[in-house]
């Protein structure tokens, strides 16, 4: 029998199994005492090479001070399809107060072309033998964003004046030039006239704190 099988058992189960019924509740009582974890891991890629994750770890063990202590320590390891590269640890501690709440804890992870069956996030205890807990994370629905687009050419454009803010109080505001410069102009409707979200990436100098203010 699996070990993970006994959790699944009732007191009188455990009694039968070890041929004592009269121990089947202290065997019960012990088993749930192991630390357990249940994991769900939410993956979402930042670009093509960084993976977002969303780890979820929720204690499914009872707590009891004499066994336990105030707290139990965890590593959190991220291994490759293969199991042959760790691509990330951390170190989480489990304290007594919490042991009712769910933890999210969040990191990214590398990830290559073509892109692997799936990875593996096991948790391991730092001071119990066997306690472990192993999520595979599937990669089989997953998307990676499209490469980079190329940079948005700069359109020669008539440089746009001033004047066309529409509004004095905001063209006294630029009295020191009459025209806008070729980045401003060209980013200046979609800034000016919507409430779109809008990056504007530029040389230093080319004026994007006036861009900012649009």
């Not at 691509?87 to 489990?94: K, R, S």
């Not at 806008?180 to 006239?193: A, K, R």
């Given at each position: 029998l699996v070990w993970e099988r006994y959790y699944d058992l009732s007191s009188q189960e455990l009694g039968e199994l070890i041929r004592n019924?009269?121990?089947?509740?202290?065997?019960?009582?012990?088993?749930?005492?192991?630390?357990?974890?249940?994991?769900?891991?939410?993956?979402?890629?930042?670009?093509r090479s960084i993976l977002q994750v969303e780890l979820t770890v929720t204690?499914?063990?009872?707590?009891?001070?004499?066994?336990h202590n105030y707290a139990e320590p965890f590593w959190i390891i991220v291994e490759d399809n293969d199991g042959e590269k760790i691509?990330?640890?951390?170190?989480?501690?489990?304290?007594k107060q919490y042991i009712g709440e769910d933890?999210?804890?969040n990191f990214t992870v590398p990830i290559s072309e073509p892109l692997p069956p799936q990875y593996f996030i096991r948790v391991v205890s730092d001071k119990w033998i066997?306690?472990?807990?192993?999520?595979?994370?599937?990669?089989r629905y997953l998307i990676l964003p499209e490469k980079y687009p190329p940079p948005t050419e700069l359109l020669d454009l008539q440089p746009l004046p001033v004047t066309a803010l529409k509004n004095p109080s905001y063209e006294s505001l630029y009295q020191d030039f009459?025209?806008?410069?070729?980045?401003?102009?060209?980013?200046?409707?979609?800034?000016?006239?919507?409430?779109?979200?809008?990056l504007v990436a530029a040389a230093t100098g080319s004026g994007k704190t006036i861009c900012a203010e649009f």
């Open positions: 019924p009269k121990m089947g509740r202290p065997f019960h009582k012990i088993i749930h005492q192991f630390p357990k974890l249940n994991l769900a891991a939410h993956v979402q890629p930042i670009s204690p499914d063990f009872q707590w009891d001070d004499k066994v691509l990330h640890q951390e170190y989480f501690l489990l304290k933890h999210t804890l066997d306690s472990q807990t192993v999520l595979p994370v599937s990669f009459k025209h806008f410069n070729p980045v401003q102009t060209q980013v200046f409707d979609v800034l000016y006239n919507t409430s779109d979200s809008v």
